[in-house]
C-alpha cells in the first residue's frame, strides 16, 4: 500500500499544476473570442431578418399584383420568411444577451462546435429544399396545379440556395475565427500540459 502512495501524489500534484495551469490563463481571451463569436453572429442574423423582411414585404405586394406562377412564387417566399424573421429575432436576441465573461473554456469551444454542426446539418437541409423545388417544378409538367407546383419550385430553390450560401459562408467565417483566436489557446494549454508531465516523469 506503502508504494502506492507515490504514485497517487505525483497524479494529485500534476492535476493541480494542470488546473492551475487553466485558470491562470487570461480569461480575456476566450471571452473576447466569445463576444466576437455572438456579434458575427448578430451580424448573420441581421443579414437573415433583412432578407426576411424584403422577402415578406415584395412577397406581400407579388401576392395582390402578380398572376399564374409569379403569384405564387411571391406567395412562398412571403410565408417562407415569416420563418426567417423568426429565427432572426431569436438568433439576435439570444446573442444580444449572452455574456462571455461568464464562460468558461470549455463552455466557448461547447458553444462554437455545437453552432458549427447546426450550420452544416442546416446546409444539408438547404440542399434538400432546393430538391425539392426542382421537383416541385418537374412536377408542374403534368399536373392540372403546374402554374402553383412551378411557382413553389422556383420559391423554394431561391430560398434554399440563398439559406445555403448563407450557411455555408457563416460557418467559415466563425471557422476562421476559432483558427484565428480559439485554437491557438487551446493548443498553448495543451502544451502547458504537457510541459508539466514531463517535469514530473522527470
Known amino acids: 500500500m506503502s508504494r ?6 505525483v497524479l494529485a500534484l500534476m492535476l493541480v499544476l494542470v488546473s492551475e495551469n487553466v485558470v491562470g490563463q487570461d480569461i480575456s481571451e476566450w471571452a473576447g473570442f466569445e463576444q466576437h463569436r455572438q456579434q458575427i453572429n448578430k451580424t448573420g442574423m441581421l443579414v437573415l431578418g433583412t432578407w426576411a423582411v424584403g422577402n415578406i414585404l415584395t412577397g406581400a405586394y407579388g401576392h395582390f399584383t402578380a398572376t399564374g406562377k409569379a403569384r405564387y412564387f411571391h406567395q412562398m417566399n412571403a410565408m417562407w420568411n415569416f420563418v426567417n424573421l423568426g429565427i432572426a429575432t431569436f438568433g439576435y436576441v439570444n446573442a444580444l444577451n449572452a455574456d462571455p465573461y ?15 454542426n447546426i ?18 417544378r418537374e412536377r408542374s409538367k403534368t399536373s392540372s396545379k403546374a402554374e402553383m407546383l412551378k411557382g413553389y419550385g422556383n420559391g423554394l430553390i431561391l430560398q434554399g440556395a440563398f439559406l445555403f450560401v448563407f450557411d ?13 483566436k480559439l485554437f491557438p489557446i487551446i493548443d498553448q494549454l495543451g502544451e502547458g500540459a504537457v510541459g508539466i508531465g514531463a517535469v514530473i516523469q522527470l
Open 4 to 9: 502506492r502512495h507515490p504514485h497517487m501524489l
Open 168 to 180: 455555408i459562408a457563416l460557418y467559415f467565417i466563425h471557422r476562421n475565427h476559432a483558427s484565428l
Open 119 to 136: 450550420l452544416l446539418l442546416n446546409a444539408g437541409l438547404d440542399v434538400a429544399y432546393m430538391t425539392a423545388g426542382f421537383y416541385l
Open 102 to 116: 461568464t464562460m468558461g473554456l470549455s463552455e466557448a469551444v461547447g458553444e462554437y462546435t455545437t453552432m458549427q
